[in-house]
């Protein structure tokens, strides 16, 4: 599957891009919120499955509208690094590991929840999922689709074997991501050369519309930058203006921030 092969639907606010796999169509909703969120919906046999939630109330009843108009039956959302906006499809199964669901209500996620709150206010919807089943690594099966979790440090990735694609929480080939260090710098390069090796067509990320391969390659060639763009600093910023310097064109300042800030800790 290519990464723009799809139908585009223009709504409201957000927009959807719909991939037709044959027997699974791949929804991906694109937010057009003010932090890039992107939702994702798998439809089977009249059967839903919807990874990650929309947390502005606007985008909440814009998707919830557009998943009644599917008329299909909603099995579970799969909640891993976006914990907030529970009246989201209130009534539904909500999917977790342990790992997400402390990241969520307690850990950094709940840290970022408070920040957004205070920096959106009422239009932000900053109450938390609560887990109604929770997931272990391996596979498992939801809505007629085979998922395998596997666990990450603040939530869970999840492959898609029936589309042969991936779900993480971040990639954005042409826009900057939180990169906690050198060491976590490698990880995540470690993380995006296995993609390679197992040639997934795409990779579903929660603030970036589908990506593929060669922007994993891109991707990867941008975290060794940083690494030697840090190692020639001596702090957050000098390396800032550097790494603006090599990429102009690229979103995501304020995650440069956030990332220059755990390369230069005060």
Avoid: W
Avoid at 21 to 42: P, Q, R
Avoid at 51 to 70: A, K, M, V
Wanted: with cysteine; charged share 25%.
């Amino acid at each position: 599957m290519n990464k723009i092969n799809f139908k585009n639907v223009k709504l409201a606010k957000g927009e959807m891009n719909i991939y037709d796999f044959g027997a699974v169509k791949l929804h991906a909703y694109k937010t057009n919120d003010l932090i890039d969120d992107e939702v994702f919906v798998l439809e089977k046999g009249g059967r839903l499955v919807v990874i990650e939630s929309p947390c502005f109330f606007d985008n909440i009843t814009e998707l919830e509208q557009y998943i009644n108009g599917l008329g299909a039956v909603v099995d579970g959302v799969m909640i891993s690094y976006h914990a907030a906006g529970s009246t989201f499809l209130k009534s539904a199964q909500k999917f977790a590991t342990k790992n997400a669901d402390d990241y969520g209500h307690k850990g950094g996620g709940k840290a970022l929840i408070d920040n957004f709150t205070q920096a959106f206010g009422s239009s932000f919807d900053n109450s938390i999922h609560t887990t109604t089943d929770f997931l272990e690594n391996g596979r498992v099966n939801i809505g007629g689709i085979t998922f395998e979790i596997v666990d990450t440090n603040e939530g869970y990735d999840i492959i898609i074997p029936e589309i042969n694609a991936v779900y993480t929480h971040m990639l954005g080939h042409d826009c900057h991501s939180i990169v906690a260090g050198s060491t976590h710098a490698d990880a995540i390069i470690a993380t995006l050369k296995e993609y390679i090796t197992r040639g997934y067509d795409l990779v579903l990320t929660s603030h970036y519309t589908p990506e593929d391969l060669k922007d994993v390659e891109t991707k990867i060639e941008y975290l060794e930058q940083l690494k030697k763009i840090a190692d020639e600093c001596k702090d957050a910023e000098e390396f800032k203006g550097k790494v603006a310097q090599m990429y102009p064109n690229y979103s995501g300042t304020n995650y440069l921030d956030m990332t220059a800030e755990f390369f230069f800790p005060k």
